[in-house]
């Protein structure tokens, strides 16, 4: 038998499926968590459709004509005899050498890093788990408006408008009470007021008690008469309560 072909068998005609051979893992880079960072924050600056703090421009400072325009500084006169640089030494002028100092600036330094005192870091706080650091003092967490002298006292243009309207309340009531001397009006008293609420409230009980006696079915023109008309009676009802709750003090004509 020739070696270089296979040996017969029943079960080489047998088809098999073919096996795919299973793919490589997918690569991922290393600084893919980095990159997504960088990519967060620069976002995170930018969500508000630009910068977040930017100030608003004012309607008063509105875009001019030649307003951008670079002016050109004011004119010199020019002087011929005025030196442009200063003169060149003469060869006779000599420096001045030979001078020292015997201060120690080592020491100087040392002792004046030792002895001061340590500079305070400016107070900021972050509001953000990203870091954004701000400072405290514009904020307006730090009670700074609680030390001032006029700290919990009543502006001085409130005083003066709590004035004016209470001048103003004192004439009305002057000029209501002229008013009803002259039509001979009198106030309702507290009482009087009460036991005319309750007696319309009760008058709304019974109408209503009437309405939730009606029939189910309205097939009448004289069930829906009466129906429309139990109606109006306690919207009116409604209305009158409404008024005398709203109002503390009620005037009625004496000859009422």
Known sequence: ??????SECIYNLILSDL???PQPPRYISIFKATVKDDMQKAKTAMKTMGPAKVEVPSPKDFLKKHSKEKTLPPKKKFDRNVPKKPAVPLRTDHPVMGI???KNFINTNAASVIMGVAKKPKPIYVDKRTGDKHDVEPSGLVPKYINKKDYGVTPEYICKR???IKKAQEEYDRYI???LKKAAMKRLS???REAVLQGL???WEE???EFQSLSVFIDSIPKKIRKQRLEEEMKQLEHDIGVIEKHKIIYIANNA
Do not use: A, G, L, R
């Not at 038998?1 to 296979?6: I, N, Q, S, V």
């Open 177 to 179: 009470q002229e008013n």
């Open 100 to 102: 020292q100092s015997e």
């Open 207 to 209: 109408v209503h008690k």
């Open 162 to 164: 709590n004035e004016e």
């Open 190 to 192: 507290d009482e009087e």
């Open 1 to 6: 038998m020739d070696p270089t072909c296979p």
């Open 201 to 203: 409230k009760k008058n």
């Open 19 to 21: 096996k795919e051979p």
